[in-house]
T-cell receptor, first 113, second 112 residues
Framework: EAGVVQSPRYKIIEKKQPVAFWCNPI?????LYWYLQNLGQGPELLIR????????DSQLPKDRFSAERLKGVDSTLKIQPAELGDSAVYLC???????????FGPGTRLTVL | QQQVKQSPQSLIVQKGGISIINCAYE??????FPWYQQFPGKGPALLIA?????SEKKEGRFTISFNKSAKQFSLHIMDSQPGDSATYFC???????????FGTGTRLTVIP
């Protein structure tokens, strides 16, 4: 069974540029999460989707961050414009319906210069 | 505000020794406490998890001890191996929300 797929794995951009990350969850998983992991820290939830609905986006900085999960499958997280402080690893995770283990992808390491 | 506090930040253990990582939480609504293992360049992977209706859970060399009254839980790795060298995160969540609150991580190094 394929795991959570994320792309790109690495991204280097200059500040004020836009950037987008893509995530394909495990087949059949209705719940999708985006986490931010700063260096030396634990992941922090940005947004959680149940199917195509964002049920918790309270920690998403909406002035520059946006996300979508069209058709309730894969998802895109966008930052526009990127700032130096956005340099981090962006993790995507998915879980089955209801209460279930969260499976994480390998993450996208973003460097903003 | 850190919902889950984890210590130590780093840990060095000899092969065959016992590794112990501790976590504490404040929110009594938490009812699910997983531990995740993360290798460099990889996402976290679930190692073992416990719910507060039991005080201990063991899976192979990994054991979670849970103290509900003290609001603390810990991971014990018996017979630590070099392959266990990784960063370990404790986490907590509550039924229905499924949002994991992670600790700050412990970098474990097992010396051969």
């Amino acid at each position: 069974e394929a795991g959570v797929v994320q792309s790109p794995r690495y991204k280097i951009i200059e500040k004020k540029q836009p950037v987008a990350f893509w995530c394909n969850p495990i087949s059949g998983h209705n719940t999708l999460y985006w986490y931010l992991q700063n260096l030396g820290q634990g992941p922090e939830l940005l947004i959680r989707y149940e199917n195509e609905e964002a049920v918790d986006d309270s920690q998403l900085p909406k002035d520059r961050f946006s996300a979508e999960r069209l058709k309730g499958v894969d998802s895109t997280l966008k930052i526009q414009p990127a700032e130096l402080g956005d340099s981090a690893v962006y993790l995507c995770a998915s879980s089955g319906q209801g209460w279930g283990e969260q499976f994480f992808g390998p993450g996208t390491r973003l460097t903003v210069l | 505000q850190q919902q889950v506090k984890q210590s130590p930040q780093s840990l060095i253990v000899q092969k065959g020794g016992i590794s112990i990582i501790n976590c504490a939480y404040e929110n009594t609504a938490f009812d699910y406490f997983p531990w995740y293992q993360q290798f460099p360049g990889k996402g976290p992977a679930l190692l073992i998890a416990i719910r507060p209706d039991v005080s201990e859970k063991k899976e192979g060399r990994f054991t979670i001890s849970f103290n509900k009254s003290a609001k603390q839980f810990s991971l014990h790795i018996m017979d630590s191996q070099p392959g266990d060298s990784a960063t370990y995160f404790c986490a907590a969540s509550m039924t229905g929300a499924n949002n994991l609150f992670f600790g700050t991580g412990t970098r474990l190094t097992v010396i051969p």
